[in-house]
């Protein structure tokens, strides 16, 4: 575990817990070795600190590639940060960039550590699930670890987006683990990949009891409007 996880998990970690009580159920299911992909619902940047802080084990997260390239103090305590909590840039601009994520993340997951991705590719803008891109299918299949369902309730209340931090006493926050879907043996075509991340999106729902959109998370500039909702 890198030694800046190592000191959040000692010092963040009980602070949240203390502050928010949070509701942990299925972590049964959360194997104690070897490599596995938590997909998880994205309600609000709180998800990723409630992720880490109940999950005994390392989780390395993907974080936007900007974060590492940052100039000037800010930009250097940035980097300092991520890289020392062992999280996984992402390229934004898509193509061959993009790729380099799932390319850093195999390795990872075949030497048997943890990583967190959120299919829908975003935060809900209006807390329904939206529709999961195929990526931890993807990487299900290349790096031959198991996925597990992650649930996440209340985080958007403690930190709506817009704010922060997030703030005690607005939500009760629950994280639901579900049982660990082996993709093994799955072929990684198109169709197929687009099958399992049907299969994964249908347990996180099952874990959350969220309205589902079959349709691709709008960008926030675009939030769904509330007259828009049935669309």
């Known amino acids: 575990m890198p030694l800046l996880y190592t000191i959040g998990k000692l010092t963040v970690a009980p602070a949240l817990r203390l502050a928010f009580r949070p509701t942990v159920e299925?972590?049964?299911?959360?194997?104690?070795?070897?490599?596995?992909?938590?997909?998880?619902?994205?309600?609000?940047?709180?998800?990723?600190?409630?992720?880490?802080?109940?999950?005994p084990?390392?989780?390395?997260?993907?974080?936007?590639?900007?974060?590492?390239?940052?100039?000037?103090?800010?930009?250097?305590?940035s980097k300092f940060v991520l890289t020392g909590l062992g999280a996984i840039p992402v390229e934004r601009a898509g193509g061959r960039a993009a790729l380099s994520a799932f390319d850093a993340a195999i390795p990872v997951l075949k030497a048997g550590d943890l990583v967190a991705v959120y299919p829908e590719g975003t935060r809900s803008p209006d807390g329904r699930l939206y529709r999961g891109r195929t990526g931890a299918a993807r990487l299900a299949v290349?790096?031959?670890?198991?996925?597990?369902?992650?649930?996440?309730?209340?985080?958007?209340?403690?930190?709506?987006?817009?704010?922060?931090?997030?703030?005690?006493?607005r939500a009760k926050i629950t994280v639901r683990f579900g049982k660990p879907l082996d993709f093994t043996g799955r072929p990684d075509d198109r169709t197929s990949l687009r099958e399992m991340t049907d299969e994964i999106m249908a347990e996180i729902q099952k874990l959350t009891g969220q309205e589902y959109?079959?349709?691709?998370?709008?960008?926030?500039?675009?939030?769904?409007?509330?007259?828009?909702?049935s669309a």
């Open 26 to 55: 299925g972590l049964e299911h959360i194997p104690e070795t070897g490599g596995a992909i938590f997909a998880g619902n994205h309600l609000s940047v709180a998800d990723e600190l409630f992720l880490g802080t109940v999950v």
């Open 213 to 229: 959109v079959p349709r691709y998370a709008p960008p926030r500039a675009q939030s769904t409007a509330p007259d828009d909702r």
């Open 142 to 169: 290349a790096a031959g670890v198991p996925v597990i369902p992650v649930g996440m309730l209340g985080t958007d209340k403690a930190q709506p987006i817009g704010t922060r931090v997030p703030r005690p006493g």
């Open 57 to 77: 084990r390392h989780l390395a997260f993907w974080a936007k590639s900007e974060y590492f390239k940052g100039t000037g103090p800010k930009g250097a305590f």
